[in-house]
């Protein structure tokens, strides 16, 4: 049972301009919501967290929404910049354990 | 800081053998670690999380039989594969939580088995 959904596989975008990639979630315990960046062969790294008593939290080039009532969430990034390149997985966080989306595959186009 | 190493990198076995993959948290005591698998181009899936000097919890499904976990000391986890199969093939990933931070977790860069 995917409690995490990230339901576009891949997203193609022009240096520059905003990356926007999506999740969705069924599980109304969870409280803690997290996106990872990850490269082939390595494990993932932290980007981003918010929790669920924000509906925003920007970091950088990164921000990221929360909207708790459609159980959705966003990643933005922008300026994309060609290291952005990777794939991007979500997770949500209920009593320490992370559930994975099954991630968006980023490509950022010089 | 708060970096993961696992050991090895990736491992090439013969079927029925059984494969060790120890993860450590350099620079920090974890209360924490956390196993995952990962099938190509699919999610990080959650086997099991240990607790420094108890008993893992096994997910649903992650028979605690064949994928043993030892976690001996606040920076070290291990994951021993035994008799291991072609379908047990895969890319572990473990992750170590910091105390107090356990919301946030540090990945290791991955173990890749390979079952021949």
């Known amino acids: 049972d995917q409690q995490v959904k990230q339901n576009s596989p891949s997203l193609s975008v022009q240096e520059g301009r905003i990356s926007i990639l999506n999740c969705d979630y069924t599980?109304?315990?969870?409280?803690?919501f997290l996106w990872y960046k990850k490269y082939p062969a390595e494990g993932p790294t932290f980007l981003i967290s918010?929790?669920?008593?924000?509906d925003k939290n920007e970091d950088g080039r990164f921000t990221v929404f929360l909207n708790k009532s459609a159980k959705h969430l966003s990643l933005h990034i922008v300026p994309s910049q060609p290291g952005d390149s990777a794939v991007y997985f979500c997770?949500?966080?209920?009593?320490?354990?992370?559930?994975f989306g099954a991630g968006t595959t980023v490509t950022v186009r010089a | 800081g708060a970096v993961v190493s696992q050991h090895p990198s990736w491992v090439i076995c013969k079927s029925g053998t059984s494969v060790k993959i120890e993860c450590r948290s350099l620079?920090?005591?974890?209360?924490?670690m956390f196993w995952y698998r990962q099938f190509p181009k699919q999610s990080l899936m959650l086997m099991a999380t240990?607790?420094?000097?108890?008993?893992?919890?096994?997910e649903q499904g992650v028979e605690k039989d064949k994928f043993l976990i030892n976690h001996a000391s606040l920076t070290l986890s291990t994951l021993t594969v035994t008799s291991a199969h072609p379908e047990d093939s895969s890319f572990y990933i473990c992750?170590?939580?910091?105390?107090?931070?356990?919301?946030?977790?540090?990945f290791g860069p991955g173990t890749r088995l390979t079952v021949l």
């Open positions: 997770a949500a966080s209920n009593d320490y354990k992370l559930s």
């Open positions: 918010i929790s669920s008593i924000k």
């Open positions: 620079d920090f005591q974890a209360t924490t």
């Open positions: 992750s170590a939580s910091l105390a107090g931070l356990n919301n946030e977790q540090f």
């Open positions: 599980n109304s315990m969870f409280d803690y």
């Open positions: 240990s607790n420094e000097g108890s008993k893992a919890t096994y």
